[in-house]
């Protein structure tokens, strides 16, 4: 049941001229949603660390046929900086349409080293700039009837091994986008909050992360980033992407969770994941030897 008041089939068009902020848009998913956009005539303000890469793709977008596209560079360690972005499509466009959150900062395919300074970081990264973004953003958006995406994972759904920081991160996204999506219906502010549970997509960054060690094939990227920006435009309150496979593990989750751990750790070979030696006195390790299915 739709609670918003939500267009039922969707149409490039309707991306035609609206003002949308893309976070991590240097590289992966968030690279192929700008593309997309551009291609619809959508203006885009993208975001991320690295300057060369963003004014690639601002080129390439313009060339798609954006009706504008720009950069900002920076970090989202710090949430002056996520409130500065917002503020830069504010003083640019007067308005936004869509804020898609989208960036992840840097984490590690291992066993929980016991860093909590680690988690804290990406926190701040993974979660706290979302929040932030969302506050500054959220007058625009309750002006233009918006959207909200928040780009999530199965691993902010359901515990797998060896993500730990960064599995805490997206429940945490969970736990907030899903309790403020309530606040609005309840106040009838009427934007819509969009949380994208995606699989294993096919980034480099992703590839370069787990491939060596993960038994499931890669989703394509192009059509995941279309599928969140065709999600969110519909006002959809969750994405499952891959669907089949995302949709029937959180069927799981609820019928026979013990069952959905064994079979996301039958996905992982563990064999290929160093563990690697604690700094000489210090950590204790935290999990169990590998292959003890701990
Ligand atoms: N690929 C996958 O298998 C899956 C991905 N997802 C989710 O999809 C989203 C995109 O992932 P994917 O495309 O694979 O990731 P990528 O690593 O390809 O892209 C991450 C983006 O975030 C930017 N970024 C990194 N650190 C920071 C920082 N500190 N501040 C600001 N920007 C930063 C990067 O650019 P730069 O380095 O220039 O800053 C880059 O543009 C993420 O939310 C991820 O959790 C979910 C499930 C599976
Ligand atoms: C392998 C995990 C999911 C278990 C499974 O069997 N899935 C079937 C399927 O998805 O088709 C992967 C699900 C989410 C992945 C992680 C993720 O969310 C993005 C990370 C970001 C970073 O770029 C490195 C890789 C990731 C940690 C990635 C690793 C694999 C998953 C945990």
Excluded at 47 to 61: I, M, N, S
Excluded at 84 to 102: C, F, R, Y
Excluded at 175 to 189: A, C
């Amino acid at each position: 049941m739709y609670f918003y008041s939500a267009p039922e089939n969707f149409n490039e068009e309707m991306l035609r001229g609206k003002r949308v902020i893309v976070t991590g848009a240097s590289s992966g998913i968030g690279e192929q949603m700008a593309y997309h956009l551009a291609r619809m005539g959508a203006h885009v303000l993208l975001t991320a660390r690295t300057e060369a890469k963003l004014q690639k793709v601002v080129e390439r977008c313009l060339e798609l046929g954006a009706a504008s596209a720009r950069f900002v560079s920076g970090s989202m360690e710090d949430t002056a900086f996520a409130e500065e972005v917002v503020k830069e499509a504010e003083n640019t466009w007067g308005g936004l349409d869509m804020l898609i959150l989208n960036h992840i900062g840097n984490s590690y395919f291992n066993y929980f080293d016991g860093d909590v300074d680690h988690i804290r970081k990406l926190l701040e990264t993974n979660f706290l700039s979302y929040v932030a973004m969302t506050v500054t953003a959220l007058p625009m958006l309750k002006e233009s009837e918006g959207n909200i995406v928040v780009v999530s994972s199965v691993a902010g759904k359901a515990g797998g091994p060896f993500v730990a920081p960064y599995s805490a991160t997206k429940f945490a996204l969970d736990g907030f986008f899903s309790s403020l999506r309530h606040e609005f219906i309840i106040d009838n502010v009427n934007v819509s909050i969009t949380l994208c549970i995606l699989g294993y997509i096919d980034t480099d960054s992703a590839m370069r992360a787990v491939s060596h060690a993960i038994k499931v094939a890669p989703s394509p990227k192009e059509e995941c980033a279309l599928e969140i920006i065709r999600s969110g435009a519909l006002r959809q309150r969750e994405l499952h992407y891959p669907p089949g496979i995302v949709s029937g593990m959180l069927l799981l989750r609820g019928l026979a969770p013990g069952f959905l751990d064994t079979l996301i750790r039958s996905n992982v070979v563990v064999e290929n994941v160093q563990r690697a030696p604690p700094p000489h006195g210090t950590r204790v390790p935290l999990a169990g030897s590998p292959g003890s299915g701990r």
